[in-house]
């Protein structure tokens, strides 16, 4: 039986306020732990390609409030303005995902 295929495309962006543009630069404060590209670089940090926009801006805000807590996350959100929250959000969930291949198959 020939291996299944599937294909995941997210493209959050249209429902984002942000800008794409300027959310990449912005992404550039967390590239070490996110990457650029959304995908997490170290094992405590989450994957947030493709992640949905207004999920995102929930969490940001909430760690800059100090409602959600992590020790990376303290020292960064606090410098984020509401425009660059808006723009990473914007820029994260426009970053398509694709999966190739189910583990197992």
Known sequence: MPSLVFLLMMHGGADAQGDVKAGRATAQKCEACHGLDGLAKIAEAPNLAGQNAQYLIEQLNAFKSAERKNDMMSLIAP??????????????????????KLPGE
Do not use: G, Q
């Open 79 to 100: 410098t984020l303005s509401p425009r660059d929250i808006e723009d990473l959000a914007a820029y994260y969930s426009a970053i398509e995902i694709s999966i190739k």
